[in-house]
């Protein structure tokens, strides 16, 4: 079963900062553009970020630009979101997923299934 698999979420103070993976179980996600989503509680789920199979394009949500970093290591076949200055308006469950094309990412459809996603808790 083709899947990908989210992890390094918790919880974190305000200010701090957390990376989170996004790993592929069935098939390697080397060959695909994989973005990065949210979830917050009542809220719509909003595209975040995605980066392209090569690392050379990403895109950002414009509320996260400057603040979020995308990068990808496809020796190990991961792609991560580095999160810093996190605050309470970070807080949301965390979800990762290919898309056929970069062009448009993440606003456009995704390709597959959503996976469980990590949670991301900015308190004090």
């Known amino acids: 079963q083709l899947q990908l698999v989210e992890s390094g979420g918790g919880l974190v103070q305000p200010g701090g900062s957390l990376r989170l993976s996004c790993a592929a179980s069935g098939f390697s996600l080397d060959y695909y553009t994989i973005g990065w989503f949210r979830q917050a509680p009542g809220k719509e789920r909003e595209g975040v970020s995605c980066i392209s199979s090569s690392a050379l394009s990403t895109n950002y949500a414009d509320s996260v630009k400057g603040q979020f970093t995308i990068s990808r290591d496809n020796a190990k076949s991961t792609v991560y979101l580095q999160m810093n200055s996190l605050t309470p308006e970070d807080t949301a469950v965390y979800y990762c997923?290919?898309?056929?094309?970069?062009?448009?990412?993440?606003?456009?459809?995704?390709?597959?299934?959503w996976g469980q996603g990590t949670q991301v808790t900015v308190s004090s």
């Open positions: 997923a290919r898309f056929r094309l970069f062009r448009g990412c993440p606003t456009t459809d995704i390709w597959g299934n």
